[in-house]
């Protein structure tokens, strides 16, 4: 091996990014043409697969979650990628059934939404909920159940949270996928949710997988702007993920349990 080849090789182990890939002739090796297929075929899918909605209620209600379920006005997959605005916006039939389960307020609503990956979801929120319920435990925060949303958009967590008296709601929603990442899950916070609030009202923690931004970490993450949402009263971006900086500082002033 060259050692051009060396370099690229060694870069190339660093990053699921495709470069260094050579070449065959003008085009590229056969053996990178089939990964590249590969990869949109997994892309394509992600965002074209049902989520089984029960299986990940069930999955949820196992870790000691209260569940709800809702659809959005998008009544099918493909009216859901064609208008948007319709993922945003809650069914009459759920609308009804969070006013009915709406109580006294409470800090937080959980929605877990479909989104552009149902993959994600499947692979990662029950994951993702078992490492953030020690958080909210330990902080004494108030849940609301976790709403388990199909053809949804991240708005449509603005109708959930202000239907359900929350002082902020956390989006678990699947991504769009890339061609290295059809399993990535985000994590959207917004205080005072409501309808109409803008993409610039929120926070995101975004790519968490296992080849990205673990649980653990990400439960830690969404505790601290969780945190300083409550006592500034705001998220988005007047709210800086300052939260390395929590990591880096020593015990007992950072919480992030054990994988």
């Not at 990053?15 to 075929?41: K, W, Y």
């Not at 309808?195 to 969404?222: M, Q, T």
């Amino acid at each position: 091996m060259s050692e051009d080849a060396k370099v690229w090789a060694r870069l190339a182990g660093l990053t699921p990014a495709r470069i260094g890939l050579g070449r065959a002739g003008s085009g590229l090796p056969t053996r990178e043409v089939l990964r590249f297929g590969l990869a949109h075929a997994q892309a394509r899918d992600a965002v074209h697969a049902p989520m089984d909605a029960d299986a990940i209620a069930r999955a949820i209600g196992a870790l000691g979650f209260a569940t709800l379920r809702v659809a959005s006005r998008g009544a099918d997959r493909a009216t859901y990628l064609r208008r948007p605005d319709l993922g945003r916006a809650l069914a009459e039939e759920g609308r009804q059934a969070l006013e009915q389960a709406a109580g006294d307020p409470v800090d937080l609503a959980i929605v877990v939404a479909d989104g552009l990956s149902a993959r994600a979801v499947h692979e990662g929120a029950a994951g993702f909920l078992a490492a953030f319920k020690p958080h909210a435990d330990r902080a004494g925060w108030r849940l609301a159940p976790v709403v388990v949303a199909t053809q949804a958009r991240v708005a449509l967590g603005d109708a959930v949270g202000s239907a359900l008296k929350a002082r902020a709601v956390a989006v678990l929603i699947g991504e769009r996928p890339g061609l290295s990442s059809p399993d990535s899950l985000g994590i959207y916070l917004t205080f005072a949710p409501r309808p109409g609030r803008s993409d610039a009202e929120r926070n995101c923690i975004s790519n968490v997988r296992p080849a990205g931004l673990s649980h653990p970490l990400a439960a830690f993450k969404l505790d601290w702007l969780l945190t300083q949402a409550f006592a500034r009263g705001l998220t988005g971006v007047s709210l800086k993920d300052e939260s390395d900086a929590a990591l880096a500082a020593p015990e007992p002033t950072r919480s992030l349990p054990q994988p």
